[in-house]
C-alpha cells in the first residue's frame, strides 16, 4: 500500500487560506500539462527562440490553446 506524500507550498500571499492555496497550485499542474501535451503534438518542443518576441509569440499560442482547453472541458 502506497504511503500518502507530503506536500511543503511556499506563497508569498499572505491571504489565501490552504484550500486556495492547494487548489492554485494543482491548477497550474493541470497548465503546465496542457502546455506539455500540446507543445508536443504540434511538433512545438524543444523550443529555442533566438528573440524575445518569438518567445513571446511562443508563449501567447499556449495560453490561448490552454484557454482552448478550458473552455472544452
Not at 41 to 69: M, T, W
Request: proline share 3%; hydrophobic share 45%; with cysteine.
Amino acid at each position: 500500500m502506497a504511503k500518502p506524500g507530503v506536500y511543503c507550498l511556499h506563497f508569498n500571499v499572505l491571504e489565501w487560506d490552504a484550500e486556495t492555496m492547494w487548489r492554485t497550485y494543482i491548477q497550474l499542474n493541470e497548465i503546465e500539462a496542457v502546455f506539455r501535451s500540446l507543445k508536443s503534438e504540434l511538433g512545438l518542443r524543444p523550443v529555442y527562440h533566438q528573440k524575445q518576441y518569438h518567445a513571446d509569440a511562443n508563449l501567447f499560442i499556449s495560453v490561448i490553446a490552454c484557454q482552448a482547453i478550458q473552455l472544452l472541458r
